[in-house]
């Protein structure tokens, strides 16, 4: 009966003639025991009044960055931050081929959208559009880029339209929205409520201040694992070595470092407050036993640099977890399941995730891995895939486990 009791709801409206439907999303809303509040572009103003929506949802409505509310005249901030972080989660509906152009492209001219680009939370839009724009390659491109971010597209429907065309473009009817949030809030965030934790890049161990011993990953693993966990719905921290990717989900915390030492640290100030460890970073085994303070000349006619072992932090990981999962990658070239089991036992992890190394499959750089998820009790092969996918994949494994 109460399917969203408790939850708070940022509704977001934008200028559609859909937008009439707005006060029967918010009813239903509340009927099923949601805390709504809505704010409105400035053009929604032309369909429904903040008066209605704000009657039926019992809080007061917002549509510009500030607003009058004391005797004096004097102008108060709609602090859209504070907005974004009290929502459990964003709708937007309808949304507008304006609109959606904007949250694609990072584009802040009103309220609404600074609330959806200070959003951690999950977001569902619902396109409301004439058919053919709703086709336009550009509209479905910036749907596209809305789905990378991790945002849910509430499809739209077929049917009448206002223009008085019939197809797709219908904003989802508000019972069906509900429906569908419902349903898929725990589908779709299977790892909502959880705390993960990702390694991920190279590190970079200094010889002198302009040289360094590192190697070739460039963190896509990592970072693919963090926007799946993020997409699910999880908190993440990503800790990464030093790497030219981006994040796209806007809710992952990104701590940069460059040496293993300074991961470690790091990862220790949120280790002990997290569900699921992910080490991914390729930490170098290696640093030089001596560091150059000055760049090391030519003239020093220097023929060897003596290494020293580096630190092993998922090792030391595994000697002081309490209740973490820990899962570690193992890359090997030859006699990879006894490895990466005997790697799973010495450095105390719930699992381990098997790349084999050969001439046919550079993992390197690739937007593509497949592999092993090797437990104490099974072990499941992936077929290669993007590593994006392969992450959604290696959750489904973790959700089974945990
Ligand atoms: N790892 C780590 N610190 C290191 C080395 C590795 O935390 N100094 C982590 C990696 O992030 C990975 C796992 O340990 O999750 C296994 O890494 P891998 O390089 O395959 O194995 P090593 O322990 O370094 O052993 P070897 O290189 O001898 O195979």
Redesign the pocket.
């Known amino acids: 009966m109460f399917a969203l009791l408790g939850k708070k709801i940022l509704l977001g409206i934008s200028g559609s003639i859909a937008a009439y439907k707005s006060p029967f999303l918010v009813r239903l809303l509340i009927k099923n025991g949601a805390d709504v509040k809505v704010v409105l572009t400035p053009s929604a103003l032309d369909f429904v009044t903040p008066t209605t929506l704000s009657a039926l949802s019992k809080n007061p409505v917002n549509s510009s960055f500030t607003e009058i509310k004391d005797e004096e005249d004097n102008p108060e901030w709609n602090n859209h931050v504070e907005l974004a972080s009290w929502a459990d989660f964003m709708v937007i509906a309808p949304a507008t081929s304006n609109t959606i152009s904007s949250m694609a492209s990072a584009r802040c001219d009103n309220l609404l959208l600074a609330c959806y680009l200070s959003a951690k939370c999950p977001v569902f839009v619902a396109p409301s559009m004439d058919l053919d724009m709703y086709k336009h390659p550009g509209n479905q491109e910036n749907l596209s880029k809305l789905k990378s971010f991790g945002n849910i597209i509430l499809e739209s429907e077929a049917g009448d339209l206002a223009s008085g065309l019939i197809g797709k473009g219908r904003m989802m009817e508000p019972s069906n929205i509900i429906k569908y949030i419902i349903k898929n809030l725990k589908n779709e965030f299977p790892l909502k409520g959880k705390n993960i934790l990702i390694?991920a890049g190279p590190t970079y161990e200094k010889i002198d201040p302009v040289r360094f011993i590192g190697n070739f990953s460039s963190g896509k693993m990592g970072f693919s694992l963090a926007e799946a966990a993020a997409n699910l719905g999880a908190k993440v921290t990503l800790i990464s070595g030093p790497s030219s990717l981006k994040i796209l989900n806007s809710s992952i915390n990104l701590i940069n470092v460059v040496s293993?030492h300074e991961m470690y640290n790091e990862i220790l100030k949120f280790f002990f407050s997290v569900d699921i460890f992910i080490?991914?970073?390729?930490?170098?085994?290696f640093i030089p036993k001596d560091f150059y303070y000055s760049k090391i000349k030519k003239g020093q006619k220097l023929n060897k640099i003596s290494l020293k072992e580096?630190?092993?932090?998922?090792?030391n990981?595994g000697k002081i977890k309490t209740n973490q999962y820990l899962?570690?990658?193992?890359?090997?070239t030859n006699d990879g399941y006894q490895?990466a089991l005997d790697?799973l036992i010495n450095?105390n992890l719930n699992a381990?995730f098997l790349n084999i190394l050969n001439d046919k499959q550079n993992i390197f750089n690739s937007d593509y891995n497949q592999g092993k998820y090797i437990t104490r009790k099974k072990s499941i092969p992936f077929e290669l895939t993007t590593k994006l996918d392969l992450s959604y994949k290696i959750f489904e494994q973790i959700i089974i486990d945990l």
């Open positions: 390694s293993a080490s991914a970073a390729a930490v170098a085994d580096n630190i092993d932090i998922l090792h990981l899962l570690g990658f193992a890359l090997e490895n790697k450095k381990i």
